[in-house]
């Protein structure tokens, strides 16, 4: 179980951590100090895209080379002279650059290695698509073995495909044949390699290519007959692969103590903190430099506690040893532990269940596996055993019901006989899909978010600042003759003015507070830094089936085909009321449900679907531990309720054995059985599945003639529609067992539909509603056929009643086609299509005329997984616009998913995307802000979890971030002013010969900063989501203007403070006869005027709506602001002497309407203040001035907006439009004669050019026949 992965923090933070992720709940350790990731410089914006493989430059090598994650890969040798040097700095800096080292290793290994050939290399720099950094060493391995290779080089990769890009089809058969060759998963012998470990993944030195290439198990390039000449590896042949392989375990290594605390104080948050203390211990600040302390240690306790605790619990989640019997030889078998088991090992799996420990594929007998723990889906699958193909690849993907994954628990074995339930282990340790779902957790993709990286830039301007004022210091204290140590003391003191130790801390209070809301709201997050950017969130993608909708399907009715008229019938709402025959058989055998223990398991389609025809299932009434001991297949039989007009004796003696399964598919959207009905001599098949692919797969004779135009009516209402279909088989036994499911599912009779509804969740609507008020765009991506997915977009008002939907679909040409497939358009319910194919061709059906639409009315796009797939592989432009315009993106497997969640970040949304877990967490882990409502272990995939099954969520988590967000940026603004007040304070006194006493200090950041901050965020989330979300820039217009402002007005009324107090009769020049002797006229000013400043920031940056509730609504903030306010007035009217004397303030002489006048000011300055921030900073420049159009040109624009404005109100942009029939056939038989007629065109064409010189663009438009292709569509466009 993965659950506990929820609160872990997987290891040491790197140095791009941002400040508010000091207190994350997710933390990195780095076990190798060698690793290292970049800095704020080296992280960009956006990930960079790897390279074109036909470009690739010669003098970079890389790993992964066109995966995910590809990596560039240097080589480095020690340099004798370059460590000499290099330590000889390090020791004169005091190991000041050994500390910058620990957190740039990288920096180390340039300092003290020169470049070098790979082959060469003692050490690799590697750099991910992130410009993330790493530094790994290089080890030699002895007396091991090598796996082939040569299918997985790079350069060899490039050639080939550069070589045979330029070919005929036909050639591709060789080149696919060469690669059968290469890749045959054997292994030979080595004495001794160099490899290197990065990210618990290992990449091995080939010397033919002269790169280093990763390791991988026998899941790539390796025929799927491979595994059936699998009989075992030899004690010897196992130990060399263990060595290569390592032992197969999930290691999360448990730091020491000692190990954690040294991490921990070495973060530059606790070496700024440890620089701060001891330089406030050297200038007598003994009582705030205690207090730092101990705030420091406590906080340093907690960390060590979470982080060790954390740690135990991902090794103990993740880690599992098991026994396991492998077989070694053809009938030898061994029972070894399970972290021995290396790829090439065959396992024998127990008829009572266990966890699997590795990936295996399944080669004899069924299973019953539970995959909720990476699928999200609590269903169990069955898995059956590998086909026997000599002439394909295995894919883990598209293999996956033949694939026993990692993780996983295997409820039951089937197998036949005196034969076992065998596999072949292709993937051990980080290698499996277990250890590549910890691999994310442990290093996951770098949170793009700008807000934190400006953070470090405006630390960075703190730092500038800092500088101004050590050098100012420095200056006038070098003019009055102090002590050399003096001004170091006085001038470091003014860096942790300006750079407020506890800033850190926070700003993280936000993202506490929300995070514990939003457990309130049963919503519950693993990646505290998401939270903030979930209050940027612009786009929603929806799922369908689970989340807009009612998980469970309820069966409807059934409407066989009528075989005189071969038209679709009257529905049948009861099929217990059919009389036996195939349609009726189809029902009752082609799911996979199977029953363990007492209850029925399976899909709940499937159990819906067999309940609504009340027959009964039966397995062998044996112990579940030795239940498919022997050849037994199910069976199923009418139940005694069944009422069949050939009686009660026929349906006792009518059963039916279901003998083969052939899985679900989302690729291939259907399944199938094999079954024989008692007494019968020969085999039926049925299937069921998305009734357009079924229809493909039947014989067009049995095709009803009104198949459309039925499918149309109840997809278009929101129903989930299947095909059914048979087919008699002629076949033995044994080749009814071995025979491939291609072979098997074609040329089969059309049965009828299968009506089942799916009804939308009662909060669907209204969560739709909310989001478009708040100007959120919703987006529904399914699985699911388009015209279901349409219905459910109108119905919750996805889609509005008065919107136009544009239908975007391609037509392929076959396989010996050259040219892209075409695309055409048409708006949805277009009464268009019903026109004659030969007016199409004759007339100008193609509309290439800009159609306008109403203002008011909102042009939606909707495509289907297939027209993606053309849209990203042809015509790339138009599908930006397709991103950014369309609403219903149907049939779209897992990872099309993944992939427009990433389209449409790369268009500058910042995307949410909410899925049950089941084929969604490729797009939950891609998306800003994933949102789960599966309880299962799936959700470790999404930094939310949602334990309410709907998407009311969305609002809350939305709300929750703006909030934070919001608070964020206000702390960040108060602690920036805050800091620069008191620098400015200082400042101030130190031309004076004068300070801030220790008490002061004490006063001010004890007192009140630090009070306020950690109830700053108290406030909760507003109740309604603005149209407009909050700034989420720290160097924009507004924020900007705000601090400076701010900054303006402390300035003036500080000087104000000053400058009456000169002109007073009672003052005091101070003239100090220590340099402990702060207590002066000078100072009282300055701290009663700067001291209620800190209040009046806090109020004024605590902002209410439209993203927060009123500042008042925050009980215990404003009682803080009261009670502070009243004890504030107090010491500066009326202090009493020991209290005076504790803070240093110099009170004698100074009359009582100066006191008074100190307060007037301080009212004033929140007066001027709050109607700067409130007026002229949220009204006049976020509300008024950011409405100007040069303004929003000077602040540009995301590329959606661009192409929002290009493409609204008008089709233009669309490729020319084509009016076709909606049924397949027709639109096969279209695309035929368009194709026709476009041959003829090009023939006349040819002539008319020749004898006329006329071009044969002008001869083409001339005829009115064209569809789009990326050439024509650029030529349209110039």
Same mark, same amino acid.
């Given at each position: 179980m993965l659950s506990t992965i929820l609160d872990l923090l997987p290891f040491h933070r790197h140095a791009t951590e941002t400040c508010d992720e000091k207190y994350s709940l997710l933390r990195r350790t780095t076990p190798d100090s060698e690793k290292s990731f970049g800095s704020i410089g080296d992280t960009p914006s956006k990930q960079r895209k790897p390279s074109d493989p036909t470009t690739k430059d010669d003098e970079t090598n890389y790993v992964n080379y066109q995966e995910e994650d590809q990596m560039e890969v240097y080589g480095y040798q020690l340099s004798h002279f370059l460590r000499i040097v290099t330590w000889f700095i390090i020791i004169i800096t005091l190991g000041m650059l050994r500390l910058l080292f620990h957190w740039k290793p990288h920096w180390m290994l340039i300092c003290t290695h020169r470049r070098c050939r790979l082959k060469e290399a003692r050490k690799v720099m590697l750099i991910d698509s992130f410009n993330q950094i790493y530094v790994e060493t290089i080890k030699t391995m002895h007396s091991a073995v090598l796996p082939n290779f040569s299918s997985n080089l790079q350069k060899?990769?490039?050639?080939?495909?550069?070589?045979?890009?330029?070919?005929?089809?036909?050639?591709?058969?060789?080149?696919?044949?060469?690669?059968?060759?290469?890749?045959?998963?054997?292994?030979?012998?080595?004495?001794?390699?160099?490899?290197?470990?990065?990210?618990?993944?290992?990449?091995?030195?080939?010397?033919?290519?002269?790169?280093?290439?990763?390791?991988?198990?026998?899941?790539?390039?390796v025929d799927c007959s491979f595994f059936y000449h699998q009989h075992g590896l030899s004690p010897e042949e196992q130990s060399k692969r263990l060595r290569l392989f390592g032992p197969n375990a999930i290691v999360v290594e448990v730091q020491s103590i000692l190990q954690v605390f040294f991490n921990e104080v070495l973060e530059p948050f606790y070496v700024f903190q440890i620089y701060s203390i001891l330089l406030w211990c050297f200038d007598n600040y003994y009582y705030y430099a205690s207090c730092i302390l101990l705030m420091s240690a406590l906080s340093l306790g907690s960390s060590l506690i979470q982080i060790r605790r954390n740690q135990r619990q991902l090794r103990d989640t993740v880690q599992g040893v098991d026994a396991v019997t492998v077989c070694r030889g053809s009938d030898e078998t061994e029972e070894i532990e399970s972290s021995d088991l290396v790829p090439g090992d065959v396992i024998i799996l127990p008829p009572y269940g266990c966890i699997m420990q590795c990936d295996a594929v399944l080669i004899s007998g069924n299973a019953i596996v539970n995959e909720s723990v990476l699928t999200g889906e609590s269903v169990p699958v069955t898995k059956i055993p590998l086909l026997y193909h000599e002439d394909e690849f295995y894919n883990s993907k598209e293999h996956g019901k033949h694939t026993l994954f990692c993780g996983t628990k295997v409820i039951q074995t089937r197998y036949y006989d005196s034969s076992k339930v065998k596999a072949v282990v292709i993937r051990t340790g980080f290698l499996t899909s277990k250890g590549e779902l910890v691999r994310s957790i442990m290093f996951p993709k770098p949170v793009d978010f700008h807000f934190n990286r400006q953070i470090y830039k405006f630390v960075l301007c703190l730092v500038v600042l800092a500088g101004l004022g050590f050098t100012y210091s420095v200056i006038i204290n070098v003019k009055r003759g102090v002590s050399a140590t003096e001004i170091f003391l006085k001038a470091c003191d003014l860096i942790t003015v300006v750079i407020p130790p506890t800033l850190p801390a926070a700003m993280t209070i936000g993202v506490v507070y929300a995070q514990s809301r939003l457990r309130r709201s049963k919503i519950f997050c693993i990646s505290p830094r998401s939270i903030n950017i979930s209050g940027c969130l612009d786009c929603i993608c929806f799922d369908k089936t689970g989340t807009l909708t009612e998980d469970d399907l309820s069966f409807s009715e059934i409407i066989p085909v009528d075989t005189g008229t071969l038209r679709l019938t009257i529905p049948i709402r009861d099929p217990s009321q059919l009389t036996y025959g195939p349609i009726l058989n189809c029902l009752a055998t082609c799911h996979s449900l199977t029953i363990i223990g007492d209850n029925m398991v399976g899909d709940p389609l499937d159990l819906k679907m067999f309940q609504a025809t009340k027959w009964?299932?039966?397995?062998?009434?044996?112990?579940?531990?030795?239940?498919?001991?022997?050849?037994?297949?199910?069976?199923?039989?009418?139940?005694?309720?069944?009422?069949?007009?050939?009686?009660?004796?026929?349906?006792?003696?009518?059963?039916?054995?279901?003998?083969?399964?052939?899985?679900?598919?989302?690729?291939?959207?259907?399944?199938?059985?094999?079954?024989?009905?008692?007494?019968?001599?020969?085999?039926?098949?049925?299937?069921?599945?998305?009734?357009?692919?079924?229809?493909?797969?039947?014989?067009?004779?049995?095709?009803?003639?009104?198949?459309?135009?039925?499918?149309?009516?109840?997809?278009?209402?929101?129903?989930?529609?299947?095909?059914?279909?048979?087919?008699?088989?002629?076949?033995?036994?044994?080749?009814?067992?071995?025979?491939?499911?291609?072979?098997?599912?074609?040329?089969?009779?059309?049965?009828?539909?299968?009506?089942?509804?799916?009804?939308?969740?009662?909060?669907?609507?209204?969560?739709?509603?909310?989001?478009?008020?708040?100007?959120?765009?919703?987006?529904?991506?399914?699985?699911?056929?388009?015209?279901?997915?349409?219905?459910?977009?109108?119905?919750?008002?996805?889609?509005?009643?008065?919107?136009?939907?544009?239908?975007?679909?391609?037509?392929?040409?076959?396989?010996?086609?050259?040219?892209?497939?075409?695309?055409?358009?048409?708006?949805?319910?277009?009464?268009?299509?019903?026109?004659?194919?030969?007016?199409?061709?004759?007339?100008?059906?193609?509309?290439?005329?800009?159609?306008?639409?109403?203002?008011?009315?909102?042009?939606?796009?909707?495509?289907?997984?297939?027209?993606?797939?053309? @849209?990203? $592989?042809?015509?790339? !432009? =138009?599908?930006?616009? %397709?991103?950014?315009? +369309?609403?219903?993106?149907?049939?779209? #497997?897992?990872?099309?998913?993944?992939? @427009?969640? $990433?389209?449409?970040? !790369? =268009?500058?949304?910042? %995307?949410?995307?909410? +899925?049950?877990?089941?084929?969604?967490? #490729?797009?939950?882990?891609?998306?800003?802000?994933?949102?789960?409502?599966? !309880?299962?272990?799936?959700? %470790?995939?999404?930094?939310?979890?949602?334990?309410?099954?709907?998407?009311?969520?969305?609002?809350?988590?939305?709300?929750?971030?703006?909030?934070?967000?919001?608070?964020?940026?206000?702390?960040?603004?108060?602690?920036?002013?805050?800091?620069?007040?008191?620098?400015?304070?200082?400042?101030?006194?130190?031309?004076?010969?004068?300070?801030?006493?220790?008490?002061?200090?004490?006063?001010?950041?004890?007192?009140?900063?630090?009070?306020?901050?950690?109830?700053?965020?108290?406030?909760?989330?507003?109740?309604?989501?603005?149209?407009?979300?909050?700034?989420?820039?720290?160097?924009?217009?507004?924020?900007?203007?705000?601090?400076?402002?701010?900054?303006?007005?402390?300035?003036?009324?500080?000087?104000?403070?000053?400058?009456?107090?000169?002109?007073?009769?009672?003052?005091?020049?101070?003239?100090?006869?220590?340099?402990?002797?702060?207590?002066?006229?000078?100072?009282?000013?300055?701290?009663?005027?700067?001291?209620?400043?800190?209040i009046s920031l806090a109020l004024v940056f605590a902002k209410g709506a439209p993203y927060r509730k009123p500042v008042y609504s925050n009980k215990l903030f404003i009682s803080a602001i009261v009670l502070m306010t009243l004890l504030t007035s107090y010491i500066v009217l009326?202090?009493?002497?020991?209290?005076?004397?504790?803070?240093?303030?110099?009170?004698?002489?100074?009359?009582?309407?100066?006191?008074?006048?100190?307060?007037?000011?301080?009212?004033?300055?929140?007066?001027v203040a709050y109607l700067t921030e409130s007026f002229v900073v949220d009204y006049l420049i976020h509300v008024k001035f950011r409405s100007l159009a040069c303004v929003k040109s000077f602040s540009g624009q995301k590329p959606y907006e661009i192409i929002e404005v290009e493409t609204q109100n008008n089709t233009s942009w669309l490729p020319p439009r084509l009016s076709l029939p909606s049924s397949l056939s027709d639109l096969q038989m279209a695309a035929t004669i368009i194709c026709e007629a476009e041959d003829e065109i090009d023939s006349k064409r040819k002539h008319s050019s020749d004898a006329n010189g006329t071009s044969s663009k002008e001869s083409n438009s001339e005829s009115g026949i064209s569809l789009s292709s990326p050439a024509s569509m650029a030529s349209d466009k110039a």
């Open positions: 060899s990769k490039i050639e080939s495909i550069k070589s045979y890009s330029q070919s005929s089809p036909s050639d591709w058969s060789s080149f696919e044949k060469k690669k059968k060759l290469d890749g045959d998963g054997a292994f030979r012998d080595a004495d001794c390699f160099l490899y290197f470990d990065n990210k618990r993944i290992r990449y091995i030195w080939d010397e033919e290519s002269q790169q280093f290439v990763k390791l991988s198990g026998l899941d790539k390039n009964v299932l039966e397995e062998p009434l044996v112990d579940d531990e030795n239940k498919y001991d022997l050849l037994a297949p199910t069976i199923v039989k009418p139940g005694m309720n069944h009422n069949d007009p050939y009686g009660d004796e026929v349906a006792n003696d009518f059963e039916i054995g279901i003998l083969r399964q052939f899985p679900f598919s989302s690729s291939l959207q259907r399944m199938s059985v094999i079954t024989r009905l008692l007494g019968d001599d020969h085999f039926v098949l049925y299937a069921k599945g998305a009734p357009e692919m079924i229809s493909k797969l039947c014989l067009k004779e049995t095709i009803p003639s009104n198949f459309s135009d039925v499918l149309g009516g109840y997809t278009e209402k929101g129903y989930r529609v299947l095909g059914l279909a048979t087919r008699d088989l002629s076949l033995s036994y044994s080749k009814m067992q071995r025979a491939p499911r291609e072979e098997i599912e074609k040329d089969m009779k059309f049965l009828g539909l299968l009506v089942m509804s799916n009804v939308l969740k009662p909060e669907t609507t209204y969560i739709i509603q909310t989001l478009s008020t708040a100007n959120i765009r919703s987006v529904m991506i399914t699985g699911d056929n388009m015209l279901t997915a349409l219905s459910v977009g109108r119905e919750c008002l996805m889609i509005k009643p008065n919107e136009k939907v544009v239908l975007l679909e391609s037509i392929e040409h076959d396989s010996s086609a050259i040219s892209p497939p075409l695309l055409t358009w048409r708006f949805a319910n277009d009464d268009h299509h019903s026109k004659n194919l030969e007016n199409i061709i004759k007339s100008s059906s193609l509309d290439c005329v800009k159609i306008a639409i109403d203002s008011e009315e909102k042009l939606h796009v909707a495509v289907t997984g297939k027209t993606f797939r053309v @849209l990203r $592989e042809h015509y790339p !432009d =138009l599908l930006n616009k %397709v991103a950014v315009r +369309g609403t219903i993106f149907a049939r779209m #497997g897992p990872d099309q998913k993944q992939q @427009l969640i $990433e389209l449409l970040q !790369d =268009l500058g949304y910042y %995307v949410g995307m909410c +899925g049950d877990g089941a084929n969604d967490c #490729g797009a939950l882990k891609a998306a800003h802000a994933g949102i789960s409502l599966s !309880d299962t272990e799936a959700s %470790v995939a999404s930094p939310f979890t949602s334990k309410t099954p709907n998407i009311s969520c969305i609002p809350t988590l939305i709300s929750e971030g703006r909030a934070s967000l919001v608070t964020a940026f206000g702390i960040l603004k108060y602690m920036a002013c805050y800091s620069l007040a008191q620098f400015i304070s200082v400042i101030i006194l130190y031309t004076y010969h004068s300070n801030l006493s220790d008490m002061e200090y004490l006063y001010i950041d004890l007192f009140l900063i630090s009070l306020f901050f950690v109830l700053f965020g108290r406030t909760e989330s507003f109740s309604e989501l603005s149209k407009n979300p909050p700034p989420s820039s720290l160097v924009g217009i507004v924020p900007l203007t705000s601090l400076v402002l701010q900054i303006i007005i402390i300035i003036i009324f500080q000087m104000t403070s000053i400058l009456v107090l000169w002109a007073q009769p009672w003052y005091i020049v101070h003239e100090p006869v220590d340099e402990d002797d702060l207590a002066c006229h000078d100072n009282y000013a300055i701290f009663a005027v700067s001291v209620f400043q800190y009326i202090p009493h002497p020991w209290l005076a004397n504790l803070l240093e303030l110099d009170i004698s002489g100074v009359s009582m309407e100066f006191r008074w006048f100190c307060l007037f000011l301080a009212l004033l300055n929140f007066v």
